[in-house]
């Protein structure tokens, strides 16, 4: 593998970023920078003409106010050719552990070479949207070197999505001893809408969210509590229900399911200073959302959206808000095609702190949400000059990494 390095400088402050109903003086800048985007305001970052006339439920469900880094930072295409990367981490020491879609991973320094590649996981159904997908370390992982990854598998009639677990060998060639600890039930034949994200909360449960699989089978199952497709779930390292989940002593309902009604969520993280669940989820055309997940809640999938079909039909009945169904955070319309997301909660650069950062796949960019009270306050595109898919970003030590289905890694820290 070739490792490159690409120096591009893509903001800095000026004064241009303060257009609009600011007037101020330097020291109103100085507020304005540390109070983030609230008085940053800029027309959207989208100007593209909406798939449906849907109206959102509320003001500032879509199509928020621009706002712009002023904070100069410097992104950097550390490595390239690393097949299919599908998702990114970072490893205690700080190298970085990513998954590669046929089914092996790999790890690589923190400025991008490639030292290991470990193989020895249990054959993945690659096809279409399928093949190795998330990985979460365990919070002892310093101490017993497991980790955790789900997977699309042949399963049954046809596949499913799986959670697995394992240990990086002392030569961190292999996985050791893996066992399949969960199985997203039913199986179907899909080769899409798997999911899926992996995310250990703070009391050590794991949480894995799993798509609908496209199909209209699968779609239909999406607010069936006895289906195991499109949920989040709460689980055990042994894959049992985590104690205390909203449906556990419900009869003819999984018990492992901790909310519902979603169609591929590929997006999870915690928010550093609430704690709370946050998620993005694949919508049809014009649909793609952000959520704040709570236990035991139907988010609507598929009788409420923003979207529609691809081929141009309404779902279902069009309708966008009812009543026990959540309603999105925010949604894009046109889509974003959410993947891998994460909160910064770094102060390397000051004004990101606790803002939320979105791959996008069709979209092409990373989308950085400021977020207060939990409404989205601002939006901005990063790496939009790159037209690369982008499938994952994590953070590290206050620098935040992309990967790209071409294969490029890329780092962006404070200049
Ligand atoms: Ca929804």
Known sequence: MKVKSFLYISAVATAVNFSGCISNNSTDKTETISSKADTLANAPVETKKPNSDYKPAFAGQTRIRGVKTTTAYKVEKIAEKLGRPWAIIPLPDGRLLITEKSGFMMILSADGALLKKLTGLPKVDDRGQGGLLDVALDP????????????????????????????????????????????????????????????????????????????????????????????????????????????????????????????????????????????????????????????????????????????????????????????????????LSPSGMVFYNSDSIPEWKNNLFIAGLSSMHIARLVIENNKVVGEERLLADQKERIRDVAQNNGRLYAVSDYGILYRISKK
Not at 277 to 284: I, R, V
Not at 285 to 299: A, R, S
Request: no cysteine.
């Open 140 to 335: 002892a992982f310093a101490q017993n070197r497991r980790i955790y990854w789900s997977y699309s598998e042949k399963y049954g009639q046809g596949n499913l999505t799986a959670v697995a677990k394992g240990e990086i060998a002392a030569d961190e060639l292999s996985i050791s001893i893996p066992v399949v600890i969960f199985r997203a039930t039913p199986e179907l034949n899909s080769e899409l809408h798997f999911g899926s994200r992996l995310l250990f909360d703070k009391d050590g449960y794991l949480f894995v969210s799993v798509g609908e699989r496209s199909i209209s089978e699968g779609r239909k199952q999406a607010p069936l509590l006895k289906s195991g497709l499109g949920k989040i779930y709460k689980i055990t390292k042994e894959g049992k229900p985590a104690p205390g989940n909203p449906f556990i002593d419900e009869a003819d309902a999984k018990p492992e399911i901790y909310s519902y009604g979603h169609r591929n969520p590929q997006g999870l993280d915690l928010h550093p200073v609430t704690g709370q669940l946050w998620e993005t989820e694949f919508g049809p055309q014009g649909g793609d959302e952000l959520n704040l997940i709570q236990p035991g809640k139907n988010y609507g999938w598929p009788v409420i959206t923003y979207g529609i079909e691809y081929n141009g039909d309404k779902v279902g009945d069009a309708i966008q808000q009812k009543d026990g169904l959540e309603q999105p955070v925010y949604y894009w319309d046109p889509v």
